[in-house]
Structures are given as structure tokens and as C-alpha cells.
């Protein structure tokens, strides 16, 4: 074969596999939390894999069961279980519910409402994904020390004094060991995913020493089975709706932001809609087959793209590759401790944790960092859907209020703008004749926060390569949130990357407090890039300009 006809192909083929090996430890730790089994989490993969891979909306997604869908799965599989009464009376409802939860997005997508997750709040996002990590990382404290897990954060934390008084070293050793592997093994090579080595390695010595501990136990060989059943459930619609619901939106969230960070490394933009329509069919064929439900998978993605992937053809290479896994070696994967998958999931869960947003809880604006703290409780202790709904409640109150104290004392309009009259915003910014073709000046009108940020990123990202300088006029942006904060950053660096100079002028008191509290001034944007005399504003352009290698080749 010609490879020269297609030159993304061996691209695809590598990121594909590579996200493949990185998929499969995770697709069987997220099977046996969400109480289904190591298989569901395969078949969730496989589904999800191919399907939504093939009718999304963003080229290199990978999408699979990941950690905030498989916390609610499992918290949805126990709720009806306790209506049917037992797992295999539950099962048809259970997969009816993810079908559902797929046709739901589908909707979601059909009604274009993908363009609205742009306007959820950092803050609220944070919250969300650090309560995420949290319960990933209490769902295993009772299987790293040997025990089966209660259903509920309420009673892991009620009853945890039994299992620490009575130990099971084995088990917590294999957590351990595999935990150390996990991070350590990056550092000696990243040709191979150190999940995976850790789950060889472990599950090897676990066989041969020989350790007791549980095991995954038997795992379905051959192709996954259609499951018809699941439409002889639509009569417990009033039971599936609302997790499904719930699943519906999650799964939303956690697609559309993955396609975001695709976007941001690739430098492409995806289709919203598209995408969730693809998830949608993506998890209406996981229910189908018996698997769980998923979403967009963040690290998988970035994988994929780093490992070449750049066409959906990476994605569905990394379902048929867990697919031929599942042909292969499911005899050998029931050997699987349980340990070991809860070391896995307990990196995965500390990596959910959103360590930025929670270092800088004590320099962002108050009511930030209060969105946050509540959408965090309220994830861990009370409900997801319920804790992002909460957020935006308390975001948009609190929103208008601020707008309505700045309006009055100022009526500026909360639009972004930019001038259509080029040569008269170069006249009031004195910047010289010569060096015009290479300077781009915006005004930014009104506050900088989240309901803008993705617009002022839009701009940013619309900057001409052939642009030397950006003047950032911030003279009438009298506040900037937590999005505002990081959307600004994201654009310094991303610009600097094209060695394109960002220059602001008549920086207001609080966006200036706001970044020196988080370290945005000095380590990113530097002091000498600040100004409030437009004429020396525009004396430093000149002299950059003119001993810039950009310019001069």
C-alpha cells in the first residue's frame, strides 16, 4: 500500500492503539465500579469507541467509559436495583437507562444545545470535577483494604473504622505497589501506559507469589450480545427517566470540554451538536450491547493527538483494537485483582482533581471561590446534576448583582468590541506610520467573565500570524472573574507561541489585584507590558518592533 495517499494513516493507526492501551486498565476499572463488571466497561469502550467516534463532531476524540459517568452509573445501577430488587431483575432496566441517556443527547444535539455549555462558570466546573476525584478516590477505600464497598459516600464514611482496624495487607500492598508504578514508571519511559504496566506487572506477582486476594473474576468471551430485553423496560420509564437525565447531561459536559482542550492542541474547532449526537448514538450501542455509558475521555484524547492521531480514524482503531482484546485475552483478564484496579482508579481520581483552581481558592474573588466550595459539597455528598444546577443559580445571582452595582457608576456596554476603523484606533494609540501593518489593538468594553471569556478567547485566537504586537485596551473593564482570569492567560501564551508580543494598557484595579493574587503578573504577563501612557505604550511597540526577527526576515 501506497501510505504516501494517505498521509494520516500511520498517524491514526499509532494514536489509535496507543489510546487503545491507555483505555483498556481504565474500561475494566470503570466496569467494576460501576457494579456491572470488568466486561460492561469493555463493551461501553468498544461501543463508544467506534460509534461516537464516528458520528461526533470532533475529529481526535476518544470517547469510553470515564470517571464522572461511571460515579453516576453506579450510583443510577444501585437506585434501581432497589426497585427491581435484584441485579438481574435490574439489568434490562439498568441498560435501558444508558440507552435512554443516549437518545437524550441525541436530542440535546438536535436542539443545539451544545453551544450553551460555553457559559458554565470555571468555578462551577472546578467544584464539579475535583468532587468527581473526590468520590473516585472514597468509592476505593474499601476495596484497597481487602473489603466490598458500600454504595454510598454516607456509608463508606460511616462504617470505614471496621475495615481500618481490620486491615488486609496483601490487598492495600497491591494498591500501593500499583499506585507506585503508575507514577513512577513515566519517568524511566512513556512508550508504554504506566496503568498498564502496573496492571501486568501486578496482577503477574499477584498469580505467582500466589497473594489472596479478590479478583475480578470471569469475564464473557467472545462478541458482545444484543440486548433486546432493554425495550421490555420502557414500562419503568418513571424510574430511568431522571438518572437518565442526569447521565444526559453529564455526559454533555464532560464530551463538550474534552473537545474544547482537542481544540485548544490542535488548533481546530469542533461541531457541538454534531458531537453530541455522536455520544448520544455512542451510548445508546453501549446500552444496546450490555456496556456502560461514557463520554469524551480527556487523557485518552490528548494521547491519541501526541500520538498522531488526527482523523476520527484513530478512534474507531482504538475500539477495534479493545474489541480484538476482548476476542483474545478475556480468559486472562479475570485474573485482574481488585487492588490493582483501585490503585488505578485512585490515580485517576487525584488526576480529576482540579489542583489549580484549588490553589488559587484563596486569591480569586470571594464568591469564585464560594461557587466553587458548594458545587464541590454538594457533588461529593448530595447529587451532580443537582450541584451544577446550584452553581449556575448562585453564579448568575451573584452575576447580577455585581452588574447591577457597576452599572451604576458605570454604563459601559458588556460587550467585547473591536473597531472596524483601524487607522483611527492607530491615530489615538500614537502608534507611529511604519509599524502599523504590525500592530493589532482591541478595546475590551465591560466586565471579563465567564459568559465572555470563550468570546475573548474567539479573538484572541483570530489574531493574524503576521501581527507582531497585540494592545489589549482594558481602560473599561472594571472586573474580571475566575474564566475571565484563565481565558487571558490561555491567550498571552498561546500568542507567544506565534511570537506575537500581548501589550495592556490602563489595567483597572481589580483585574490588576486578580492577577497579581494568582500569579498572573509577573509569571505571565510581565510588568514591562503594562502601561497607562498610551505614547510610552507606544515607544516600547516601536523598539520591539524594530528588533524583531519576525519582522526583519
Known amino acids: 500500500m501506497n501510505l504516501s495517499k494517505f498521509p494520516s494513516l500511520k498517524g491514526d493507526v499509532f494514536g489509535g492503539i496507543t489510546a487503545g492501551i491507555v483505555a ?8 467494576v465500579q460501576s457494579g456491572l463488571g470488568a466486561a460492561a466497561g469493555l463493551y461501553g469502550a468498544i461501543g463508544l469507541g467506534i460509534f461516537a467516534t464516528l458520528f461526533g463532531g470532533t475529529n481526535t476524540q476518544i470517547s469510553g467509559p470515564t470517571g464522572p459517568m ?11 436495583i432497589g426497585h427491581k430488587g435484584s441485579l438481574d431483575e435490574a439489568v434490562p432496566s439498568i441498560l435501558f437507562c444508558f440507552f435512554l441517556a443516549g437518545a437524550i443527547m441525541i436530542l440535546m444535539g438536535v436542539l443545539r444545545i451544545g453551544q450553551y455549555i460555553k457559559y458554565i462558570p470555571y468555578p462551577v466546573v472546578s467544584g464539579f ?7 473516585i478516590i472514597i468509592l476505593q477505600f474499601f476495596p484497597m483494604l481487602g473489603y466490598d464497598s458500600p454504595k454510598t459516600i454516607l456509608e463508606i464514611l460511616r462504617n470505614i473504622n471496621d475495615p481500618l482496624q481490620n486491615i488486609h495487607w496483601p490487598s492495600l500492598g497491591l494498591t500501593a505497589f500499583t499506585m507506585l508504578i503508575v507514577y513512577i514508571f513515566p519517568k524511566i519511559s512513556t512508550l508504554v501506559p504506566s496503568t498498564l504496566v502496573a496492571l501486568i506487572i501486578v496482577t503477574i506477582m499477584a498469580v505467582f507469589i500466589p497473594i489472596e486476594v479478590k479478583i475480578i473474576g470471569d469475564i464473557p468471551s467472545g462478541l458482545p450480545a444484543f440486548h433486546f430485553d432493554i425495550f421490555t423496560a420502557m414500562a419503568d420509564i418513571n424510574i430511568v427517566l431522571m438518572p437518565a437525565v442526569t447521565l444526559a447531561a453529564l455526559g454533555a459536559i464532560d464530551s463538550l470540554l474534552t473537545s474544547v482542550v482537542a481544540d485548544n492542541v490542535t488548533r481546530t474547532s469542533h461541531n457541538s451538536n454534531k458531537e453530541l449526537i455522536g455520544q448520544g448514538l455512542g451510548n445508546m450501542v453501549a446500552g444496546f450491547i450490555g456496556g456502560i455509558p461514557g463520554a469524551g475521555a480527556t487523557m485518552r484524547t490528548l494521547v491519541n493527538i501526541k500520538s498522531g492521531g488526527t482523523t476520527k480514524l484513530s478512534g474507531v482503531i482504538h475500539g477495534i483494537f479493545l474489541l480484538l482484546v476482548l476476542l483474545g485475552i478475556s480468559s486472562l483478564a479475570s485474573r485482574i485483582p481488585i487492588p490493582v484496579l483501585s490503585g488505578i482508579l485512585l490515580t485517576v481520581g487525584i488526576s480529576i482533581v482540579d489542583r489549580r483552581g484549588l490553589s488559587h481558592i484563596g486569591k480569586i474573588t470571594k464568591t469564585d471561590a464560594f461557587v466553587l466550595i458548594i458545587v464541590l459539597i454538594l457533588t461529593v455528598f448530595v447529587d451532580l446534576l443537582q450541584a451544577v444546577a446550584a452553581g449556575m443559580i448562585i453564579s448568575s445571582v451573584i452575576f447580577i448583582k455585581q452588574m447591577g452595582d457597576i452599572t451604576q457608576k458605570d454604563s459601559t456596554s458588556t460587550s467585547i468590541q473591536t473597531s472596524k476603523e483601524a487607522e483611527k484606533l492607530h491615530d489615538r494609540y ?5 509599524i502599523r501593518p504590525f500592530v493589532s489593538i482591541k478595546r475590551i468594553n465591560g466586565p471579563l467573565f465567564f459568559g465572555n471569556s470563550e ?11 503576521e501581527i507582531a504586537v497585540l494592545v489589549i485596551d482594558m481602560k473599561r473593564v472594571p472586573y474580571i ?10 491567550i498571552v501564551l498561546s500568542l507567544e507561541q506565534k511570537s506575537i508580543q500581548v501589550f495592556l494598557l490602563h489595567l483597572q484595579k481589580q483585574p490588576e489585584a486578580m492577577m497579581r493574587n494568582i500569579l498572573l503578573i509577573p509569571n505571565v504577563i510581565e510588568l514591562e507590558i503594562i502601561f497607562d501612557d498610551e505614547e510610552l505604550c507606544a515607544e516600547s511597540i516601536k523598539i520591539l518592533i524594530k528588533n524583531n526577527k519576525k519582522i526583519s526576515t
Open 129 to 135: 470535577m475535583t468532587g468527581i476525584g473526590v468520590i
Open 430 to 434: 500614537h502608534i507611529p506610520n511604519e
Open 24 to 31: 483498556l486498565p481504565l474500561a475494566l476499572a470503570f466496569g
Open 455 to 465: 468570546y475573548f478567547l474567539q479573538l484572541g485566537k483570530k489574531v493574524a500570524d
Open 481 to 490: 472573574d475566575q474564566s475571565g482570569l484563565y481565558a487571558l492567560e490561555s
Open 70 to 80: 461511571t460515579v453516576v452509573s453506579a450510583a443510577m445501577i444501585t437506585l434501581i
